[in-house]
């Protein structure tokens, strides 16, 4: 039997069965996720990030590194984006899971450098959804409308933005000015209601990367003037 008569024939079965099946790669792997409702599991999968198996502290450390292993900065228009790894992981029932299957929020906290209000480092909380990217191996972009929120008076506010996707911000010790620099410290994910939750402090950070996670609003502004 050919391979486009197979997957066919796959197709069939799965529509037959009421399930959707769609395809994503990453790395040259091609990926097959069936959705019957909350359970919908990777056929294949790429070893560095199924944490499936493991347990306790062994998988914290290995959710972690991943996280921010291939966590990147990235810039699109007027936005910038904070993206972190994503893995596999193991329900309470013993099922795989995608982690933003098990986590439903992402929060990323953010200290300004080289800036003191009163003696306090200015602070930003980013709160969004947790959704699988294009690429199975990172979380969808947390976007960052930098400049939106450089239009807003500084101070020690709560933002909310929509587009493209609802993102919330919450700001403490803000001076006259807002900070362009801003450095990650923290990583949560977590389930709705937190029962379950994975934290990654500033500490746990400094023993993964060699050095902080950046996110320059300067670079916005550097681009347009280019432009």
Excluded at 43 to 60: I, W
Aim: charged share 20%; aromatic share 8%; hydrophobic share 40%.
């Amino acid at each position: 039997m050919s391979k486009p008569t197979v997957v066919t024939f796959i197709f069939a079965v799965f529509l037959v069965m009421g399930s959707f099946m769609t395809y994503r790669s990453w790395n040259g792997t091609v990926y097959v996720f069936v959705d019957d409702g909350e359970n919908r599991n990777p056929a294949a999968v790429k070893q560095n990030m199924d944490f499936s198996t493991l347990k306790g502290s062994d998988l914290s450390l290995a959710s972690q590194k991943r996280i921010l292993e291939e966590a990147r900065v990235i810039q699109k228009s007027s936005q910038i984006g904070v993206q972190l790894g994503h893995f596999i992981t193991r329900r309470a029932n013993g099922k795989k899971a995608f982690a933003c299957h098990m986590y439903k929020s992402v929060i990323l906290n953010f200290q300004a450098a080289g800036m003191a209000e009163n003696g306090e480092t200015p602070e930003m909380e980013v709160s969004a959804a947790c959704k699988i990217g294009e690429s199975v191996g990172r979380i969808a972009p947390i976007w960052i409308p930098a400049e939106q929120i450089l239009l807003e008076r500084p101070g020690n506010v709560e933002l909310n933005y929509n587009e493209p996707d609802r993102v919330s911000f919450r700001f403490d010790n803000i001076g006259s000015n807002w900070p362009m620099t801003w450095n990650l410290v923290s990583v949560t994910l977590q389930s709705d209601g937190a029962s379950q939750r994975l934290h990654i402090s500033d500490q746990e950070m400094l023993k993964i990367l060699d050095e902080p996670l950046t996110v320059k609003w300067s670079a916005l502004r550097a681009t347009a003037s280019e432009e």
